[in-house]
């Protein structure tokens, strides 16, 4: 086995491949809002081999360094109404907050989940 094979089947001590990056691209949900960044996960699905390397080099120096970007830690914070039998939307105790994380976020949150 060549040894660049051997790198590629210890995902949790390598540096993280252009196909892992390209996989997560086409993870993400296109119905999803977006979070803090306001960069719709359909525009990450269609950025094609120059963003998934682009996003490749920055976690992997994120990684290298132990450095997160602040923005990508970033969310909005807003407030979704429960699904209930009755429409009753004055009450605040039928709403529950979700968090919009930025896009980079979600992405670094898929190689974390990796490890």
Not at 31 to 42: A, L, M, Q, T, V
Not at 47 to 54: D, H, P, R
Not at 84 to 113: A, C, E, F, H, M
Request: charged fraction near 30%; glycine fraction near 4%.
């Amino acid at each position: 086995m060549a040894e660049s094979d051997e790198e590629e089947e210890e995902p949790h001590d390598s540096a993280i491949l252009n196909w892992e990056t390209e996989n997560i691209l086409q993870k993400l949900d296109k119905n999803k809002i977006p979070g803090s960044d306001k960069i719709r996960d359909e525009i990450s699905n269609r950025g094609g081999i120059a963003l998934s390397q682009s996003l490749k080099s920055l976690f992997n120096q994120i990684k290298e360094t132990r450095k997160i970007p602040v923005q990508s830690l970033e969310a909005d914070i807003i407030q979704l109404h429960k699904r209930t039998t009755r429409r009753v939307r004055i009450d605040l105790n039928n709403y529950r907050p979700i968090s919009l994380v930025s896009n980079t976020g979600k992405i670094q949150g898929y190689y974390r989940s990796r490890a």
